[in-house]
């Protein structure tokens, strides 16, 4: 067998899962790292795994980020022993909300913006997601609305962080031909709408 | 690699004020509330204590990991001690505006401030 | 649009999550007033849906009727009234023994002060019912004749009177019972947080939404003025006054407490306040400090270590038990 025999749709799909499952792995990395570094509040963390769920987003679409965001918060809670602790419910509750409002993002106005402007949606998201947790699993009482404001300005920068990152990444990897196929939207199955597309 | 400027686009620049700009609100929201009077303590869904800001006051609270002091001095309340692991609860310094909140997460305890002169009858049923 | 399918299952499930959150009914809360006992109930409940707090409500109103017929004086057939009208003594219903041993108890340790058997004096005054005359000390005499905390004795549901012409009155104390029980039956429909007032005896059960219950304590002299606030949570307040019901005459005042020693209105109290945990108990240690005075009442409330006690005394000077700063709201 050579490789010249090898049919491309089942090559980007093989280039695709493997590479998936590399994001998942920086992503698990990425986080772990952090809970290591410390921080005046706790949950305030950077969030640079999502660099990885953005990714897998413009190379892949919304399933594959999907994909990476969820396993991430997984394997990261298994790895730091936190599975189902309040902890690991908030930040399944913020990932949840984050992903979504990407996705959302993505498909809405992906054309006009770029991973910084996805990624700040994202940390917002992230932000109402952990709060809401919160509100239900923590503190029975509404007064954890106080923390919100003050909580989403900071998420937003560290959404740009991210977001800047992201963009850095996704520069790099484009160049390279393993991800031609997925960065021309091939192997996708979601895309930003262009306006020649019929509806 | 580009700088952030140089990658962010006109609709990036959008999201992020719009964002700033929610939160800011709400911080100054917050901020700007009047000082509070009163001192109100919660343990999950129950009011445990209350006390007036004015008089200064050290009073000792007990949670599922231990105990919480909390002490009411002219700076407003602050929580001083507590058996939780990261201390964050101490660190986060004296509250004294109406809406202003501390708490030791782990230890289940929140602390408000309100203001309710004014806005409720002084007691509820009257014993004679 | 090819949406991708987890995401249309998170706005699915994030659509029914804010419907199911709507749809809850919501906690209302209730208050509603009878007039039931010679006197006006009021139960306040919440926490609940307005049905399940009404039915509640009427549960309680229910059981504080039926109690009354069992143990008020003005009812012919009621307990109180078989036993009065008996020689030896009769068998009582399972509540009315519960009373009575717990104003025997209290009539006991306060060496006679609280007194069951207190029926013709109360007949004889009948200021309850707007009489406005000093009896004779003939009457007066003839009415304590026999009475005492050893007048009657209990034996499981059994009373005896040591004399037949004894007339039981079970006074606040049986109001106290029905509001404990009404409690009860709030507490059986799963109700968390109420409150029973009848004509001024209450109970509290667990808090406000925001804060403990707040009380105020009616100041004796002045009408529209308060003494104190008191903060409690799941326990009873009692206030014996003798600025409820009471004549003048010649300057002096004939209220409805009366000293069982002399057939005369007790003269070293103007109002006495208890936050006791059940309100028979409050009601019996309420009427027995007021006649037994500040000093020898407030050693009476060390036998009850949870109960606490405001005194003020004739004078107006204000006495408290040790424990009561513990429920005074700081000003």
């Not at chain 1, 892949?60 to 969820?70: D, F, I, K």
């Not at chain 1, 917002?124 to 923390?147: D, F, K, P, T």
């Not at chain 2, 007990?62 to 692991?85: A, N």
């Not at chain 3, 041993?101 to 004889?124: E, I, K, P, Y």
């Amino acid at each position: 067998m050579t490789c010249s025999a090898v049919d491309p749709v089942a090559l980007t799909r093989a280039r695709r899962q493997v590479f998936l499952a590399l994001f998942i792995a920086i992503a698990v990395t990425l986080h772990v790292l952090e809970t290591l570094l410390p921080t005046p509040v706790p949950w305030l963390r950077l969030g640079l795994a999502n660099i990885m769920t953005l990714a897998a987003l413009y190379l892949y679409g919304g399933r594959a980020a999907w994909t990476v965001s969820l396993a991430r918060v997984g394997v990261g809670a298994l790895l730091l022993g936190r599975l189902f602790s309040p902890g690991f419910w908030l930040a399944t509750a913020g990932a949840l909300l984050a992903t979504s409002a990407m996705i959302i993002m993505y498909r809405v106005a992906g054309r006009r913006l770029s991973p910084i402007g996805i990624s700040a949606i994202g940390a917002a998201g992230h932000a109402l997601g952990q709060i809401l947790a919160a509100r239900l699993l923590v503190m029975q009482h509404a007064a954890i609305w106080q923390i919100f404001p003050l909580f989403l300005f900071f998420t937003v920068f560290s959404g740009i962080l991210t977001g800047w990152l992201a963009a850095g990444l996704l520069e790099q990897l484009r160049q390279h031909p393993a991800f031609q196929s997925a960065a021309t939207g091939q192997g996708a199955r979601m895309r930003p709408l262009q306006l020649k597309d019929p509806l | 690699m580009k700088t952030p400027w140089q990658v962010m686009t006109g609709g990036d620049w959008l999201v992020v004020l719009f964002l700033l700009g929610v939160s800011l609100t709400g911080i100054i929201w917050i901020a700007t509330a009047p000082a509070g009077s009163r001192v109100v303590v919660i343990s999950g869904e129950q009011v445990r204590f209350t006390a007036p800001l004015g008089q200064p006051r050290s009073v000792v609270l007990d949670g599922p990991l231990g105990q919480t002091r909390l002490v009411i001095d002219d700076q407003g309340v602050r929580i001083t001690e507590s058996s939780c692991r990261q201390k964050i609860c101490v660190a986060m310094g004296p509250a004294s505006h109406t809406g202003d909140l501390l708490a030791c997460v782990p230890n289940r305890i929140l602390v408000r401030i309100d203001n309710p002169d004014g806005k409720e009858a002084p007691y509820d049923l009257l014993s004679r | 649009m090819a949406w991708n399918r987890p995401l249309i299952i998170v706005l699915l499930a994030v659509l029914l999550a804010l419907t199911w959150w709507r749809l809850q009914p919501e906690d209302a809360e209730i208050r509603r007033s009878r007039l039931i006992m010679g006197t006006v109930v009021e139960i306040m409940a919440e926490g609940l849906e307005s049905s399940k707090l009404e039915t509640a409500v009427d549960a309680a109103f229910a059981e504080i009727a039926r109690l009354d017929k069992l143990l008020s004086v003005y009812h012919q057939d009621s307990d109180v009234s078989r036993l009065s009208q008996s020689d030896n003594g009769s068998q009582v219903t399972t509540e009315t023994a519960e009373v009575l041993a717990l104003g025997l108890d209290v009539a006991q340790r306060s060496g006679g002060a609280f007194d069951l058997t207190l029926g013709r004096l109360n007949s004889l005054w009948a200021i309850s019912d707007g009489a406005r005359r000093v009896p004779g000390q003939k009457a007066i005499s003839a009415a304590l004749r026999g009475i005492g905390p050893t007048s009657l004795s209990l034996d499981g549901r059994l009373v005896n009177k040591r004399m037949p012409h004894l007339q039981i009155d079970l006074g606040g104390i049986a109001k106290g019972y029905a509001v404990d029980r009404a409690i009860a039956v709030l507490k059986q429909h799963g109700i968390t947080s109420a409150a029973v007032n009848a004509g001024g005896d209450m109970y509290l059960l667990g808090q406000r939404p925001q804060r403990p219950w707040r009380i105020g304590i009616q100041h004796p002299r002045e009408k529209d003025a308060v003494l104190e606030t008191v903060q409690v949570s799941d326990q009873a307040v009692v206030t014996s006054g003798d600025y409820e019901r009471f004549f003048v005459q010649e300057g002096i005042r004939y209220h409805h407490i009366f000293d069982p020693q002399s057939g005369f209105p007790a003269r070293d109290c103007q109002s006495v306040t208890i936050i006791a945990d059940s309100v028979a108990l409050g009601d019996a240690l309420a009427t027995a400090v007021f006649v037994l005075g500040p000093e020898t009442g407030l050693q009476l409330l060390t036998q009850y270590p949870r109960a606490e006690g405001l005194i003020v005394a004739a004078d107006g000077t204000l006495h408290a038990s040790p424990g009561w700063a513990h429920y005074q709201v700081a000003p």
